[in-house]
């Protein structure tokens, strides 16, 4: 069974740092690409970021890039995604994905991954 616990999520002030984790297990890692999304209240889901299945290859969604960082430990099946310079746009439950294939480049047909774990709450206030 593919399971996909993310954490690390909380409450931050304007300009703060937090780093997601997203521990996976029941399927080969290392194998696959992996996507973050996020969804604020009242919005859509949105794909922050995604990352090939070596790391070497990694995206971002104009709204985060030069601000948040995608990573990945297949040594010990964790993907990482860390926020810095959050803003209060940032705010948003944030969840990990797992693609069909080894590509950073999949995405969802309308955002919905098969296999999504439950989110972690980002929240970014004064």
């Known amino acids: 069974e593919v399971l996909l616990v993310e954490s690390g999520g909380g409450l931050v002030q304007p300009g703060g740092s937090l780093r997601l984790s997203c521990a996976a297990s029941?399927?080969?890692?290392?194998?696959?690409?992996m996507t973050w999304l996020r969804q604020a209240p009242g919005k859509g889901l949105e794909w922050v970021s995604r990352?090939?299945?070596?790391?070497?290859?990694?995206l971002y969604a104009n709204s985060v890039k030069g601000r948040f960082t995608i990573s990945r430990d297949n040594a010990k099946n964790t993907l990482y995604l860390m926020l810095n310079s959050l803003k209060t746009e940032d705010t948003a439950m944030y969840y990990c994905?797992?693609?069909?294939?080894?590509?950073?480049?999949?995405?969802?047909?309308?955002?919905?991954?098969?296999?999504r774990g439950q989110g972690t709450q980002v929240t970014v206030s004064s």
């Open positions: 990352i090939s299945s070596s790391g070497i290859i990694t």
């Open positions: 994905a797992k693609h069909p294939d080894s590509s950073a480049r999949y995405e969802a047909p309308g955002g919905e991954y098969r296999y």
């Open positions: 029941g399927f080969s890692f290392s194998a696959y690409g």
